[in-house]
């Protein structure tokens, strides 16, 4: 993606469940990505995290954006957003990383341009995951392996990435072993 989490950003566990909060009092259904989609698969937060990725779907992005401005959310405006993928920050230190997808005949969440041809497969949206004890919907654990190996992983995505393949009974990617 394109978008980069701004330096210092913190998303707690709380401002996770407010943005859940939020969409539902919209009837927005979100899927979480990155750092918390890992750790809703894993049922609890595992480590700190600057920013909350979320697929939403591109029909429902118009009402949630409106309830997370009310909430004080603002756009951060960042280079390399598009109106597919871009940042939005809280005044007390929250990001949502915005992934807008809409899907295609075979159920796949396409992101951008269909042409791009990025997309999150019609499977790796039936993830379901748990933080605290809310059942989140998120990327599914041998999809999010997949995404994380689609690029040079830090010490975190090393982490994340064997966590998962341990729950899950996966095979560790060679660059995370």
């Known amino acids: 993606m394109a978008t980069s989490t701004p330096p210092g950003a913190c998303t707690t ?5 407010d943005v859940l909060d939020l969409a539902d009092t919209v009837g927005t259904r979100l899927w979480l990505d990155g750092g918390w989609g890992v750790d809703a698969l894993l049922g609890g937060q595992s480590r700190e995290h600057g920013d909350l990725d979320v697929a939403v779907e591109a029909k429902n992005i118009g009402a949630f954006l ?3 401005m009310d909430g004080g959310f603002a756009r951060v405006g960042e280079d390399g957003a598009t109106a597919w993928n871009f940042l939005l920050a809280h005044p ?3 990001v949502v990383d915005v992934h807008v997808i809409m899907f295609d005949s075979e159920g796949n969440g396409v992101l951008g341009p269909s042409e791009a041809g990025i997309a999150y497969p019609a499977a790796s949206l039936t993830g379901r995951g748990k933080l605290v004890e809310r059942s989140v919907d998120c990327i599914a654990a041998e999809w999010m392996v997949q995404f994380h190996d689609a690029y040079a992983g830090d010490v975190k995505d090393r982490a994340d990435v064997r966590a998962l393949c341990e729950r899950f009974g996966l095979e560790i990617p060679e660059q995370y072993r």
Do not use: E, S
């Open 13 to 17: 566990l709380a401002d996770v469940i």
């Open 66 to 68: 409106d309830v997370l």
């Open 92 to 94: 007390q230190g929250a």
